[in-house]
């Protein structure tokens, strides 16, 4: 997911890390400037944290990782399906998510992204679709 956003990405535990026990925590819990490596867990308001593959985090670690970035004015989403494989930690937070709190998600009944992908870097538009130069991913 990483390099389909262009932003570079680190595991769960290494950002809570920064935040708590890291040499930037402080100013990263207040907001203040960080340099370094630690600037790129810097949150601002409106900022969105993906946490993919959720159905394998922590609740306790998604937990955390909600209220820093909510203190921050970020948000977070969680991408994956909790069907696969679970947390080695206390975990369940997606399943309970998806399947007792009522929110709102969505479910993928069919991969097709590879084939819109072929279709796009072939020059077919579909409707509503964006068409991709060829060989552009």
Do not use: C
Not at 11 to 27: V, W
Request: net charge negative; hydrophobic share 45%.
């Amino acid at each position: 997911m990483s390099d389909e956003l262009s932003v570079r990405a680190e595991n769960l535990h290494k950002f809570l890390h920064e935040y708590t026990a890291g040499p930037s925590a402080e100013r990263l819990l207040t907001g203040e400037p960080v340099a370094g490596p630690a600037a790129m867990f810097a949150l601002y308001p409106g900022d969105v944290v993906l946490v993919d593959e959720a159905g394998m985090a922590g609740t306790l670690a998604l937990d955390r990782l909600v209220r820093i970035a909510a203190a921050r004015g970020a948000v977070v989403r969680l991408l994956g399906d909790y069907r696969q494989l679970g947390s080695v930690e206390s975990g369940g937070a997606l399943r309970l998510i998806a399947t007792d709190a009522g929110a709102a998600g969505v479910n993928v009944t069919t991969l097709s992204a590879q084939a819109r992908l072929e279709r796009a870097e072939a020059g077919q538009v579909e409707p509503g679709g964006v068409t991709l130069p060829r060989g552009v991913r």
